[in-house]
């Protein structure tokens, strides 16, 4: 619990598990929290993985342009929102719709968050008229943007403010919970895995920006030097229903469908035991944040294959060969080799986890990651002649 006590509103998608762990987070500090999806959500859903002090308010719709009416009748709801609960500073998780929105309110002070789950990247252009304009705007008018990653502050930075600092802050991963389970077996007996089966884990949501489908692409390769290989698609998450038929349509026409094991809606609390189980975890997505659960599975002491251009901005985590492996994410022969050198070399592996494990634990508890972005509220809050220069 905290003293400093702040009314805070989130704009943030409502199924997603990082914005469960950051709402609960200030939720059982002892702040006021309201939340309003900005997708559609199952309240009942959200109830069950939302401390019980969090008050859920109606989802935003999308941001239908032609029906302006629509969206400034939201708009004009958020503001009144806003001024009923007197909330003390309005927060949108990922820079899409809901940051537009966020912005539109003129609320103050607000702050952005720049997650690279697909709303920002180096190579960023807008798609739609919408996000030319709002999305610029929002940056900038901001009073503080956090992103995920370093790569998204060089993404970010020519739509701040000169001189504006933009800190790194992710959600972090939860060491109590994610720490290695020394007797997984229940996985393998649960999924019909032989108990001397080597086991290949993705815990990434199905969707064209994972790449799983390279990774289905490699099986064969992986299956020709290690033959008592298994897959497990592990998903936290919902699938992307048109990339989930593309998995499974490769997985079919590779005859390997008897070594693939799918798992949905796995929870927070089962995870620990997929990545125990797993001798190695795959994380190759085309995306500019911190890899969650690529932090998750090292934390679990299980090494992980990610994609090359990680350690670009991101080599004090991941540092090829020390404390993961990489590969090219678009290459299935990459892949598999990366793969095949984990399962393969004991003492390449046993380095990987040590290495992983370190950075983990010094760089990435979730308490302190949510710590610094609590410090960032209070003084947004309290020191507002700092606002946008913090």
């Known amino acids: 619990m905290t003293d400093q006590r702040l009314r805070l509103c989130f704009i943030a998608h409502g199924e997603s598990t990082h914005t469960h762990k950051w709402l609960n987070f200030f939720a059982r500090r002892g702040h006021e929290v309201h939340l309003v999806p900005f997708m559609s959500s199952d309240q009942d859903c959200l109830l069950g993985v939302l401390d019980p002090s969090v008050k859920i308010h109606p989802s935003v719709s999308g941001f239908p342009i032609r029906r302006w009416k629509l969206t400034l009748g939201e708009v004009r709801r958020l503001r009144a929102l806003l001024r009923d609960h007197r909330i003390d500073l309005l927060h949108a998780l990922f820079v899409g719709p809901n940051a537009w929105y966020a912005c539109l309110t003129r ?67 939860d060491l109590q919970l994610f720490r290695r389970v020394h007797y997984p077996e229940k ?27 390279v990774l289905a692409r490699s099986i064969p390769r992986i299956l020709e030097q290690v033959p008592e290989t298994w897959f497990l698609f592990v998903q936290p998450f919902a699938s992307d229903p048109d990339c989930r038929r593309t998995i499974e349509d490769i997985i079919r026409s590779q005859g390997v469908g008897e070594r693939v094991r799918f798992v949905p809606g796995a929870s927070q609390e089962e995870m620990p035991s997929f990545y125990s189980a797993a001798d190695v975890s795959v994380s ?107």
């Not at 952005?112 to 008018?141: F, Y």
């Not at 995920?148 to 739509?159: D, F, G, H, N, Q």
């Not at 002491?301 to 991941?318: I, Q, R």
Request: aromatic share 6%; glycine share 6%; net charge positive.
């Open 107 to 173: 609320f103050r002070p607000l702050v952005l968050t720049v997650m690279g789950g697909g709303d920002l990247s180096l190579n960023w252009k807008p798609s739609t008229l919408s996000e030319r304009w709002l999305t610029p705007r929002a940056l900038w008018n901001a009073d503080l943007v956090t992103c995920w990653s370093r790569r998204l502050v060089e993404a970010t930075r020519r739509y701040r403010p000169p001189g504006s600092v933009i800190p790194v802050t992710h959600v972090g991963v």
């Open 187 to 213: 996985v393998r007996e649960q999924l019909k895995v032989p108990p001397s089966a080597r086991i290949v884990l993705s815990a990434r949501r199905i969707r064209p920006l994972s790449n799983i489908d």
């Open 284 to 390: 190759i997505g085309l995306l500019d944040g911190t890899p969650i659960t690529a932090l998750e599975s090292m934390a679990c002491e299980t090494p992980v294959v990610l994609s090359d251009d990680l350690s670009d901005y991101e080599g004090h985590l991941f540092a090829p060969d020390r404390t993961v492996a990489i590969a090219a994410p678009r290459d299935p022969a990459a892949v598999a080799a990366a793969i095949l050198r984990v399962l393969q070399d004991k003492a390449y592996r046993k380095r990987l986890v040590a290495g992983g494990l370190e950075v983990v634990q010094q760089y990435c508890g979730y308490t302190e990651q949510m710590g610094r972005m609590e410090r960032l509220y209070l003084d947004l809050v309290y020191s507002p002649q700092r606002r946008g220069s913090a």
